[in-house]
């Protein structure tokens, strides 16, 4: 067909279509849909979602709202909703939560949410005290179609309302099915459960469920109980016929591990000599020896000052030596207290053995909430919450700065310091104006500076966004940074830092571009402080070096348990640790200002600052 033929016939088409629609009624044809969803509501969902399981749920709470009020046709509306209820359950509003989530299930959302709903109305009922309601919801969702995690969450908590109403058995039957989906659930609670369980059965209750439940693996810790009770009450054959059941039945069992220490402990000879006596538990071999070694050193050098019987273990970086450890010290009575360890897994698991057997235990982590373990757990450690808050605290008193830019790297520590320094400036009135990170290892830096140069100064015009730049990384990072930004536009910002400040790199003749910098320590080498000069002089003397931060908290840590020690010589483990919350700021003892009410050691934070190239105290 020739060219212009079909061109006519499609003209032609066109102007048929075009008088066909031109005829329809306006009106006629449905407009079009409105979006459901967008980027802007992607991206905020998922911010709510990230602060939620974060746990920052003050956070999290407003943005779960906006959702809602922004994007009430949106995909993740009822997850908004059921969420916004659950906080309310979290601040123990549990009366509104449930409501809420009554609505919620009126609206007939999808079903992952309608399971999650149930069995939050259920959990409302049982912190609301009312088990019946509470039994009554749960039990009618395990006839549901539900994931492992919901499954295990449904029997954990019909074993905590069974234990709640000193029904043993229920308990056990729930917390057995719970087991099931260990996997998928909370171990810590499921732990927390099964030692209640254990401790609140008398011997003929643990007796009659190993007999209807011979074979589950929960029995072992039941056959474990029960030997511990026989040890107790002085029947030692008693006990080793229990111990010889479980070793039996579950070998490979956690609670078998125990059995040949219940009976026969590693040492039965005493560890220490007599009088009271500290230990200490220290990284020596593996990934952080240098670090245990720093410790030891202040410790072995204040335990010479003082006369202190001191023992110290290693317990390298294994959760499971650390326990064992706690364990065999703890038979000796002449110890007292525990100093350590400092890694996040070795002193969650010495915390917890500390605390069970009734030990007080002054850790040196950073570990994340590690004094809620219990009341004899400790801390005596520079944290960055304590960093930030002093920095941040420094700054608006001494200099006005509120309104900061950070620039971070794109790794754990990067991201930690950006979270507690964001939280701190929220809890101090502060505003953080801008965050733009830069790739682990301060490489290819120039895009970060260029978007963060944009947010200081938006006009060539206007004033500058922010008073000071939050910069969390190691000194040769911060020191590259520095010089790349004293030629961009963000030259003279006011930098602040952590303590990977202090650096020999920083402490002798400082670059220019780090002048007036600002950044929190626990310890300064050239303190005028008498209490660290002395300590200085006398590690310089038996070590022939100068002392870093690690050897001054190991230092203080002994001197502090000395102190105590000192006062109250023949108190026992409890009375001491209720001592140790009401010591305040002792002579002789560097860095320590006194415990606060989360057994939290207050320290004396220097923010130190560098001027004409050297370090010194910010005054």
């Not at 006519?8 to 088409?13: K, M």
């Not at 499954?151 to 087991?179: D, M, P, S, Y």
């Not at 626990?522 to 002395?534: G, L, N």
Request: net charge neutral; charged share 25%; aromatic share 8%.
């Amino acid at each position: 067909m020739p060219c212009k033929a079909v061109v006519l016939r499609l003209i032609v088409l066109l102007g048929v279509l075009g008088i066909f629609t031109a005829c329809i009624p306006p009106g006629t044809l449905p407009p079009p849909s409105p979006p459901t969803s967008s980027e802007a509501a992607d991206k905020l969902i998922q911010e709510a979602e990230g602060f939620y399981r974060s746990h920052r749920y003050k956070e999290a709470q407003p943005r779960y709202e906006r959702y809602m009020q922004s994007y009430p046709h949106g995909p993740d509306y009822h997850l908004a909703w059921l969420r916004t209820a659950e906080l309310m359950g979290n601040r123990g509003d549990w009366a509104r939560s449930r409501s809420r989530l009554e609505r919620l299930l009126e609206t007939k959302p999808p079903s992952s949410i309608a399971l999650q709903a149930r069995y939050g109305i259920g959990r409302a009922y049982f912190k609301q005290g009312n088990y019946p309601e509470a039994i009554q919801v749960l039990e009618n969702l395990t006839a549901s179609a539900i994931t492992p995690d919901l499954r295990f969450k449904i029997e954990a908590l019909l074993a905590e309302i069974a234990l709640k109403q000193g029904q043993i058995t229920n308990a056990f039957v729930h917390l057995n099915l719970a087991e099931r989906d260990l996997e998928a659930g909370e171990s810590e609670w499921f732990q927390d459960l099964k030692t209640r369980l254990t401790e609140q059965a008398d011997v003929s209750q643990l007796e009659k469920l190993m007999d209807l439940y011979r074979d589950a693996p929960l029995s072992a810790a039941l056959l474990l109980q029960l030997a511990k009770l026989e040890v107790k009450a002085g029947k030692t054959d008693k006990a080793k016929e229990w111990l010889s059941l479980l070793t039996q039945r579950f070998p490979s069992s956690p609670e078998a591990d125990q059995a040949s220490q219940l009976l026969f402990p590693a040492s039965t000879q005493p560890i220490f000599g007599p009088g009271s006596a500290v230990a200490c538990l220290l990284p020596l071999t593996g990934d952080y020896a240098d670090t245990g070694q720093q410790v030891k050193e202040g410790m072995e050098l204040a335990a010479a000052q003082v006369g202190l019987n001191l023992v110290i273990k290693d317990c390298q970086n294994d959760a499971a030596a650390a326990a064992k450890v706690v364990e065999e010290l703890a038979q000796d009575k002449n110890l007292k207290v525990l100093v350590g360890p400092m890694t996040s897994a070795t002193a969650e698991a010495a915390a917890q053995a500390a605390q069970r057997l009734n030990i007080p235990i002054i850790t040196l982590t950073q570990k994340k909430d590690i004094t809620a373990i219990g009341p004899m757990v400790f801390r005596d450690f520079l944290t960055g919450r304590k960093q930030v808050k002093a920095l941040i605290e420094y700054n608006a008193r001494k200099l006005n700065l509120r309104r900061y830019g950070v620039l971070y790297p794109e790794s754990a520590y990067g991201q930690t310091f950006l979270r507690l320094f964001d939280e701190e400036l929220a809890t101090q009135g502060g505003l953080l104006v801008s965050q733009v990170a830069y790739p682990e290892g301060g490489q290819d830096v120039a895009e970060a500076i260029a978007t963060l140069a944009r947010t200081y100064r938006p006009h060539p015009d206007a004033s500058v966004a922010f008073d000071a730049l939050f910069i969390p990384d190691d000194a040769r990072a911060v020191l590259k940074l520095a010089s790349e930004l004293a030629g961009s536009p963000l030259a003279g910002v006011r930098l602040v830092g952590t303590n990977l400040m202090y650096s020999p790199k920083v402490g002798s003749q400082a670059p220019t571009a780090l002048q007036g910098l600002l950044f929190p320590e626990a310890f300064f080498v050239d303190d005028p402080d008498p209490e660290i000069k002395a300590f200085v002089e006398a590690y310089k003397n038996k070590y022939s070096k100068i002392p870093h931060y690690l050897a001054a908290q190991g230092y203080s840590s002994i001197k502090l348990a000395h102190e105590l020690l000192k006062k109250m010589p023949d108190a026992s483990r409890e009375d001491l640790a209720r001592a140790l919350v009401d010591l305040r700021p002792v002579s002789g003892v560097p860095l320590f200002r006194g415990f606060n009410a989360e057994r939290e050691a207050e320290l004396n934070i220097n923010i130190l600052t560098i001027q004409d190239g050297q370090m010194k105290i910010a005054q």
